[in-house]
Nanobody, 115 residues
């Protein structure tokens, strides 16, 4: 049974930084990609960043140059380093792992950027 555990969310002032972590428990095989999505109030869930098993990365235009995604295959973990945070980054952030068979989701962690 696979469970994704997220941590690192919280309240930060504009211009600040946060680092989100996501670790998968249980057996997980055939991972194609790991990533982060977010959903702000009244908006659709959107892809923030992902990283493939080969190391290729993708970022939403709104976060390019500010966010960095990384992974640790040995720990089945994925991280999102968020710098120069803006109020519009406020959202619930969800960890996602895509395998050959299905997608797994974290419970979501709140990120609030406010002065």
């Amino acid at each position: 049974q696979v469970q994704l555990v997220e941590s690192g969310g919280g309240l930060v002032q504009p211009g600040g930084s946060l680092r989100l972590s996501c670790a998968a428990s249980g057996s997980i095989v055939s991972i194609n990609a790991m990533g982060w999505y977010r959903q702000a109030p009244g908006k659709q869930r959107e892809l923030v960043a992902d990283i493939t098993s080969g190391g290729s990365t993708n970022f939403a235009d709104s976060v390019k140059g500010r966010f960095t995604i990384s992974r640790d295959n040995a720990k089945n973990a994925v991280y999102l380093q968020m710098n120069s945070l803006k109020p519009e980054d406020t959202a619930v952030y969800y960890c996602n792992i895509r395998t050959v068979f299905r997608r797994y989701w974290g419970q979501g962690t709140q990120v609030t950027v406010s002065s």
